[in-house]
């Protein structure tokens, strides 16, 4: 046992050389973030500074890890995928204080609607929501935390008043906003469990957090495992900051999000012969699930999200077309199961439609074919004869709009803003992740190209296209006519379709060898590192 123990003692420097970039940086961070940290957070906020050196401990273990069993590690990606994104974002989830994720307040409310209706709760009307007394009390105020000492106050709010004593129904007079219950379901789940063991408010807030974390994780890493190529920009994407931030919210993004990303990776898998004859029919009903209910949302923006299997249809029909309907729609045949699919779709399109009427929810071409007021302003807004009289505003608004904001749009895609855009994020960290992203999509050796041509087309379609249901809503919903470019849009309205753009960018001309991949993983987690100190220490912004 001696000479064993001797023997790795002797090896060791040899380690350390062939390890030095990695434990250079190990240090560099662990170092960084215990510095930053200490500075920030004085002796009366110990509770914030023992969180930020817990998150730097965990960072340098996963980095650790990742770069000690980096050889091989595509093919355990989606389980460490599984192990990362809960733990990062959980991170995330505690950072980011309640409400201070945009639009968080109103999506709170929804989830509360619906975990009322869980519970056999029913609101008198659509304009009331049945809170518990102590839920009514949660400050929703999004600026009071740019202070350190109420952000540190935040912290051990989280550790303190777990139980409840306040139980009792008030009926508030605040009602629904958005009015598509599905998108709330998961958090929901984590409210209703809350209440029935009487936690706190906010410990109830972050358990409907956490449920919507758990419930992308899950989709993020299915949509690794599934796809058979750019599996590590997959994992990119679900560690960017912004991705990150939504999927540990209450937001109905986490839906939305989730649903794009396991629609293009399962699509990328029925592209590949190899892996659509791997395809059990649990993968075509989660496929036709997640098209079905991405499809209605954001009033329809994301439907162009259906032209992928159609395209896969088509493309395997004009493959076999010789051969006959016969054969092409034979029984197991892949496009046999894609008409099932498209089937699926439209009858979940059916029922939300149906449903909507039912509850008396007009859709979005109440706004886009109707003159109508924009209530933040309460002024008349954009509708569709306005632009069709006026070719000359068509193109002034779609100018003025990219000319103002793309480099915003580009930049809080990527997560250069945080919080209610008050989080800011280095802009030199956002460009290497830009980079980063690249590589991460490149076509590794052994795999192949899959993407080609006309595949390209239909890619690069959905991509514009779908850009433009997004800021085409945001000009009829937000928009009025005294402005001559789009309002109100976002970097995250964009997220569903960034995987489309990075696929875009794969050639065989360019190509990487997958034994690089472990440490392309070590970097994006080095670089996750260093942007949760960032936000960690970020809270004494001035709102």
Known sequence: ???????????????????????????????????????????????????????????????????LHRAGIKDRLHKLYLFVGVIVGTMFLIM??????????????????VSNEMLGIHDPDEDTLTMRECDTKMKMNKTEYGNPIVYAKYIRSIFSGIVSHETDLVVTDTGKNYG????????????????????????MFLLGRFFNLLFF???????????????????????????????????????????????????????????????????YVVYTLAIGFLIPTKGHAYMLFALLPIWILLKNWWKMRKDGLAKVFAKG?????????????????VIVVLVQKAIGSSGPAATIFAPHIIEWCDQEGYYVDVLMENPDLRFQIIYKTFAIYFDEYWAE??????????????????????????????????????????????????????????????????????????????????????????????????????????????????LTALIVIFVFVSHDVKL
């Open 1 to 67: 046992m001696k000479q064993n123990i001797m023997g790795k003692l002797k090896s060791l420097p040899t380690f350390i050389k062939r390890n030095i970039i990695a434990i250079v940086v190990a240090v560099i961070i662990g170092r960084f973030g215990y510095c930053i940290i200490d500075d920030h957070f004085d002796v009366t906020n110990k509770v914030a500074k023992l969180m930020g050196y817990f998150f730097v401990f965990l960072f340098i273990v996963m980095m650790s890890y990742v770069y």
């Open 333 to 349: 045949s892949l496009c046999r199961k894609l008409v099932f699919v498209l089937v699926g779709i439209i009858a979940i399109n």
């Open 96 to 113: 980011i204080p309640i409400f201070c994720v945009p639009d968080e307040i109103f999506h709170f409310k929804d989830a509360y609607h």
């Open 413 to 526: 895609t990527f997560g250069n803003a945080l919080g209610w855009m008050n989080i800011e994020v280095p802009p030199t960290l956002i460009y290497i992740w830009f980079l980063l992203m690249a590589v991460l999509f490149m076509k590794r050796k052994q795999e192949k190209m899959l993407t080609t041509g006309w595949d390209k087309v239909i890619l690069c379609l959905i991509f514009v296209l779908t850009v433009g249901f997004v800021l085409a809503g945001m000009l009829f919903g937000w928009t009025p006519m005294v402005y001559n470019y789009v309002l109100g849009a976002q970097g995250r309205y964009f997220i569903p379709v960034l995987a489309l753009p990075l696929l875009l960018m794969r050639t065989a001309k360019i190509e990487i060898d997958e034994e690089y991949d472990g440490d392309l993983c070590f970097w994006s987690l080095a």
């Open 217 to 283: 994780v899950a989709c993020m890493s299915y949509a690794i495992k599934k796809t058979p190529v750019g599996k590590l920009g997959f994992f990119g994407i679900g560690l960017l900051p912004i991705v990150l931030q939504q999927a540990a919210s209450l937001s109905y993004d986490v839906m939305i999000n989730a649903l794009a990303i396991v629609t293009v990776a399962v699509s990328l898998a029925l592209l590949d012969e190899e892996s659509a004859s791997k395809m059990k029919i649990r993968d």
């Open 180 to 203: 598509q219950d599905y998108l709330y379901v998961i958090p929901a789940l984590g409210l209703t469990l809350a209440r029935l063991f009487h936690l706190g408010s906010t410990q």
